[in-house]
């Protein structure tokens, strides 16, 4: 089935209606029209473990195992182990939803599965992998399977805090993974996008700053997760920020604006480097909402750079020029408006009406995704003219 040929083909396709489907309902929930079935979850509980475990577990799970084989040298997971994880993914969802009626231990049991399931399958492959920097990405895997984990025992003891840290976890391990992929993909995209535009080389890789990227965050991610007082967490926020800005810039993005492919990405790391700064001002200060950053992040930095990296993996795998159909850039405006809406929402505490703009704006921008590369994903792949390219 040509559906099951690449992990982007199901998981980008589903997950792109996943999209829309979940910030319908919630912009409902939210709005007072209709309530969601979550079993007396508190709907910014529930919203939250649908967008990371649901949505971008999807687009996540997509680009990861496209970009191993290709990347890493690995074996493509396909044919019936690929269904195997869809149908993981499906039954989460399937179970999330339904939980209402369900055991109490049933959803958790369902949604518990997939992660679990992608580390096994991957991981006697990248240990013959020959580089030995592919493993990290088991870590990562691990953290979100205890993430969801924790979160699922928090809903079920009735510990929201718990239920949050969990997600809020969640959100540390895929920066984590952003930083990571993000920060190789982003310079090599670049240096190539500048040799053909004639503006310079590709800036070379600098382990010392792409360890200390890594390891700011996974401290800043310990402090915040431990309750550490708010004067630490703030620091190490601002050591994120800078650290990451310094990163950033050695990329020069600035001067492949007229490269929307790329510069979407550069769009997304600059958003990162914002969240950090948002909440090292929130910790230090209290002059914003400790969630503006998270907002910052998840709409500005998360979706600029899914948006790309969907873009440049539905292309090219189907055997289509890299070429951004305008739709597309369409999709970068209003991804880039929602996640400003929404920033602007918390800060300045704009009411209801702008929060649910945002989530329109967001989720119409998913429902561009799908109508421009849905049926992309279900068809042949067009013939490459350079089969080395």
């Excluded at 691990?142 to 510990?159: D, E, P, S």
């Excluded at 492919?261 to 958003?271: Q, S």
């Excluded at 055997?319 to 369409?330: A, E, S």
Aim: glycine residues 10%; charged residues 10%.
């Amino acid at each position: 089935m040509l559906l099951l040929s690449s992990a982007f083909r199901p998981f980008y396709f589903l997950g792109t209606l996943y999209a829309v489907l979940l910030v319908a309902v919630w912009t409902g929930s939210f709005l007072g029209l209709w309530d969601v079935p979550s079993v007396g979850t508190p709907l910014r509980l529930w919203h939250g473990h649908e967008m990371i475990f649901g949505f971008a577990a999807a687009i996540i799970a997509g680009i990861v195992l496209t970009a191993l084989p290709s990347w890493a040298g690995t074996e493509e997971i396909c044919g019936g182990r690929l269904a195997l994880l869809v149908l993981l993914w499906l039954l989460g969802r399937i179970a999330f939803w339904a939980a209402p009626w369900l055991p109490a231990l049933a959803p958790a049991m369902a949604d518990l599965l997939l992660f679990p399931a992608v580390f096994l399958m991957v991981t006697p492959q990248l240990w013959r992998a020959s580089n030995r920097l592919y493993l990290l990405l088991l870590p990562i895997l691990l953290a979100l399977a205890a993430a969801n984990a924790a979160y699922h025992y928090g809903i079920l003891a009735a510990h929201t805090h718990l239920a949050g840290l969990g997600l809020r976890g969640a959100i540390y391990a895929i920066i984590v993974l952003y930083v990571l992929k993000g920060g190789v993909l982003t310079p090599i995209f670049s240096g190539n996008a500048l040799r053909e535009k004639g503006r310079g080389e590709q800036a070379p890789f600098n382990v010392e700053l792409d360890m200390l990227a890594v390891g700011v965050v996974l401290l800043l991610a310990a402090l915040d997760l431990a309750g550490a007082r708010p004067l630490w967490t703030g620091l190490a926020a601002l050591a994120c920020a800078g650290v990451h800005a310094v990163r950033t810039a050695r990329w020069r993005g600035w001067l492949l604006a007229d490269v929307p492919l790329v510069f979407v990405m550069h769009l997304g790391f600059a958003w990162l480097v914002f969240a950090f700064a948002l909440k090292a001002i929130a910790e230090l200060t209290g002059w914003i909402p400790e969630s503006a950053w998270l907002h910052a992040f998840t709409l500005g930095s998360l979706g600029m750079m899914m948006l790309g990296l969907m873009t440049r993996v539905s292309l090219r795998h189907t055997g289509r020029p890299l070429v951004v159909p305008g739709t597309m850039k369409l999709a970068y405006g209003m991804m880039f408006a929602a996640a400003l809406i929404r920033l602007a929402a918390t800060v300045h505490g704009l009411g209801d009406g702008a929060v649910a703009l945002a989530a329109v704006l967001w989720g119409l921008t998913f429902l561009l995704c799908f109508a421009t590369f849905g049926a992309m994903l279900v068809r042949p792949s067009l013939p490459r003219k350079d089969p080395s390219t």
